[in-house]
């Protein structure tokens, strides 16, 4: 497990992916069972804290100690400069979780230590930055300013706890999910997949980085703008609809939305998608895409109706499952089978579960669109389970073996 930092990574992220799934699917077959769980914590909050934050930056921190240093031109990191990152995050969101449904008080210390470990590690992030004389460091300051935006939003997160202040929390979450996590996403993105200089070539040639450019100012805007608009669009919003910012998000996120969807439609006739990992990548550009096309639409709905939107959530799910969860899935695979010396990395049982998430993308979408039909919303969590259990099983026993070539690492 210490061989390299993408091992106590990826593991640390798989316990918690899988644990948040059954949470989840837990609370939600409890809840169709006739028996209602204690909640100290808003249920809405609580999901959203640990679907967005619980997994992924361990994820980030696994793949930027891994292959970071080789970005920068330093030495490798060993692994063992991640345990202290790994350790509280297990600890701090086990906590997390008990304190939920025992008291709030519990949850707000396990997120404060999840926060420590995270500044730890952005801290770190940081001196690679500073050590490094790398021509090429764009990518990765990017990243950087995202990890302290994340540190930032865990540390409000566990505040708004603390004090019992619901808005803290809705700034946290709106922060992490748009400053944080996303950007982190398109950034890397755009340093590993040969994707840009096929989509349009001409431009990339006079401004390389004018998509990266153009996608981070879309992601910043959805902060002060949706913040602007119905109560009910987000967690603890207090403000009422601007006609000026609902304008502003629409045309904003679906002129976006037909720039992605658009450079997504080229890729796919100039890539040989047969190649499954192109054809993955490719799906998680589409659901970013998708996401801030039904972002557009719930902010017109608020903009003609004055009212929350059409389905406000499906966006939301849309960019957390579809963008972040696909392009999660195909990266981490990638990496894990290649770390362990398998030559294939995306064979049939990965391609099955790659699937199934989609599946199950497609029906928390349709849950959103018809919430009186809730059997949609325990489907979708039961597909989402049962594909992050096979995959998470699967890589955690890599993680804890040599590798199958014989090579170090």
């Not at 500073?130 to 935006?149: F, K, M, P, Q, V």
């Not at 969807?261 to 047969?274: F, G, I, P, Y």
Request: hydrophobic share 65%.
């Amino acid at each position: 497990m210490l061989d390299a930092p993408h091992r106590l990574g990826f593991f640390a992220g798989s316990v918690t992916l899988s644990t948040s799934a059954l949470w989840w699917l837990a609370t939600l077959g409890a809840h169709f069972a006739g028996w209602e769980a204690r909640w100290a914590v808003a249920p809405a909050h609580a999901h959203a804290l640990l679907m967005s934050f619980s997994f992924m930056p361990m994820f980030f921190a696994g793949f930027l100690f891994t292959a970071g240093p080789r970005w920068l031109a330093l030495a490798a990191v060993p692994a063992r400069r991640l345990l202290p990152t790994a350790a509280a995050w297990l600890a701090g969101w086990a906590a997390f979780l008990v304190g939920v449904h025992a008291d709030a008080a519990i949850a707000a210390l396990g997120l404060a230590v999840v926060a420590a470990g995270w500044t730890l590690f952005a801290w770190r992030l940081a001196q690679l930055l500073r050590r490094s004389a790398a021509d090429d460091r764009t990518h990765l300051r990017i990243i950087g300013g995202a990890c302290a935006i994340g540190a930032a939003a865990l540390w409000t997160g566990a505040a708004g706890l603390a004090t019992g202040r619901a808005a803290w929390l809705g700034v946290a979450i709106s922060a992490g999910l748009w400053w944080f996590l996303a950007p982190v996403f398109a950034t890397a993105m755009h340093r590993m997949v040969p994707f840009f200089g096929v989509a349009a070539p001409r431009l990339d040639e006079k401004h390389p980085l004018w998509l990266l450019g153009t996608l981070l100012a879309v992601l910043l805007l959805q902060v002060p703008l949706g913040w602007a608009l119905p109560a009910e669009r987000h967690v603890a919003s207090g403000m009422l609809a601007s006609d000026a910012a609902a304008a502003a998000l629409v045309l904003v996120d679906a002129a976006a939305a037909a720039l992605v969807l658009v450079l997504a439609l080229r890729w796919r006739a100039t890539q040989n998608l047969r190649i499954r990992l192109l054809a993955m990548l490719d799906v998680g550009f589409a659901w970013l895409g998708l996401s801030l096309a039904l972002q557009a639409a719930s902010a017109a709905h608020a903009w003609i109706a004055g009212g929350a939107g059409a389905a406000p959530l499906a966006g939301l799910h849309a960019l957390g499952m579809g963008f972040f969860g696909s392009i999660q899935f195909a990266f981490v695979t990638r990496v894990s089978a290649g770390q362990y010396g398998r030559a294939h990395a995306i064979d049939g049982y990965a391609w099955t579960l790659f699937l199934v998430v989609q599946a199950a993308i497609v029906l928390r979408i349709a849950a959103a669109w018809w919430p009186e039909l809730p059997v949609l919303l325990l489907a979708a969590a039961a597909l989402w389970t049962t594909a992050v259990l096979g995959w998470s099983a699967r890589h955690v026993l890599w993680y804890g073996r040599p590798r199958s070539d014989g090579r170090p690492g």
